[in-house]
């Protein structure tokens, strides 16, 4: 190499180290109480400590078990399904001697079109789960309309779910509404940083009664939460969503679930005649 070969390079090497870098401003305003606040920080999820009891002992204080069924109907074939899954419910309720009851069953009005949801309960774990199964798939009616829906349906999920112990009571609802159930996939190992988040930030969202349930999955996709609301109609929704946003606070809370969500989606419900919960 040449000597002016050499030159030119580091010369170029002293023009690159002289470059400015460039660096993310973390500055912020002084809080009332002297800490700082600043955007960045609030996308900075907070810090867990490791800890040895399961994440479903500390995000669940109750000892039932919720089972949700999401089945993709033929669009030819809805009302046949309605009709078979109504019959179904029918012989469930007729067994006095099971733990098992259903909250809601909705179609999917915004979303996933010609989809229906339903969400049962088990008061007593899993060993009530399996109690039920074993007795369900003794009673040939059962049976005959399980293998019946089969052919009104293009595909099916069941996961096992847990109620959040930080949620309003569950209560049932009347008149007519509608649900929204927004679903979300999160990173794995987040599940306590969510829950942590959500204990404060679901004092925003009850000024009018909006919160129905919220769940993490057990069984099926893990590392799944569903949160439903109720609401009137979705005016109301809009309404209840837009005060929430005036609250202090809020946007704090989403700030830091946001980087916990790997995939989201919602979903418009209306509940079927059937659905206990209307």
């Given at each position: 190499?040449?000597?002016?070969?050499?030159i030119r390079?580091?010369?170029?090497?002293?023009?690159?180290?002289?470059?400015?870098?460039?660096?993310?401003?973390?500055?912020?305003?002084?809080?009332?109480?002297?800490?700082?606040?600043?955007?960045?920080?609030?996308?900075?999820?907070?810090?867990?400590?490791?800890?040895?009891?399961?994440?479903?002992?500390?995000?669940?204080?109750?000892?039932?078990?919720?089972?949700?069924?999401?089945?993709?109907?033929?669009?030819?074939?809805?009302?046949?399904?309605?009709?078979?899954?109504?019959?179904?419910?029918?012989?469930?309720?007729?067994?006095?001697?099971?733990?098992?009851?259903?909250?809601?069953?909705?179609?999917?009005?915004?979303?996933?079109?010609?989809?229906?949801?339903?969400?049962?309960?088990?008061?007593?774990?899993?060993?009530?789960?399996?109690?039920?199964?074993?007795?369900?798939?003794?009673?040939?009616?059962?049976?005959?309309?399980?293998?019946?829906?089969?052919?009104?349906?293009?595909?099916?999920?069941?996961?096992?779910?847990?109620?959040?112990?930080?949620?309003?009571?569950?209560?049932?609802?009347?008149?007519?509404?509608?649900?929204?159930?927004?679903?979300?996939?999160?990173?794995?190992?987040?599940?306590?940083?969510?829950g942590n988040?959500?204990?404060?930030?679901?004092?925003?969202?009850?000024?009018?009664?909006?919160?129905?349930?919220?769940?993490?999955?057990?069984?099926?996709?893990?590392?799944?939460?569903?949160?439903?609301?109720c609401y009137?109609?979705?005016?109301?929704?809009?309404?209840?969503?837009?005060?929430?946003?005036?609250?202090?606070?809020?946007?704090?809370?989403?700030?830091?679930?946001?980087?916990?969500?790997?995939?989201?989606?919602?979903?418009?419900?209306?509940?079927?005649?059937?659905?206990?919960?209307?």
């Open positions: 190499m040449s000597l002016a070969s050499t390079g580091c010369t170029r090497t002293v023009l690159l180290r002289q470059q400015p870098i460039r660096t993310l401003s973390t500055s912020g305003t002084l809080l009332r109480d002297g800490s700082e606040s600043s955007w960045l920080s609030k996308l900075l999820v907070r810090k867990i400590e490791p800890t040895k009891e399961s994440h479903s002992r500390m995000l669940s204080d109750k000892y039932d078990i919720y089972e949700l069924h999401t089945h993709n109907v033929r669009p030819d074939s809805v009302g046949k399904y309605l009709e078979n899954y109504k019959n179904t419910v029918q012989i469930v309720q007729s067994k006095q001697n099971l733990s098992m009851e259903l909250i809601g069953s909705w179609n999917v009005e915004v979303g996933d079109l010609d989809q229906c949801l339903h969400l049962w309960r088990y008061t007593g774990g899993f060993e009530m789960v399996d109690q039920a199964k074993r007795e369900l798939t003794n009673d040939k009616s059962y049976v005959q309309l399980m293998q019946e829906r089969g052919t009104f349906l293009r595909s099916r999920h069941l996961q096992y779910l847990l109620a959040f112990s930080y949620w309003p009571q569950l209560k049932l609802r009347e008149g007519k509404n509608i649900y929204e159930i927004r679903s979300y996939r999160l990173k794995p190992g987040t599940m306590i940083e969510w988040n959500w204990a404060r930030a679901i004092n925003y969202r009850q000024n009018n009664d909006e919160a129905f349930a919220g769940y993490f999955s057990q069984i099926g996709r893990l590392y799944n939460v569903h949160h439903i609301w009137k109609d979705l005016q109301g929704r809009k309404e209840t969503r837009e005060s929430a946003w005036r609250s202090p606070g809020w946007d704090e809370c989403v700030a830091y679930t946001v980087p916990l969500i790997r995939e989201m989606h919602c979903r418009i419900l209306a509940p079927t005649e059937f659905s206990p919960t209307q």
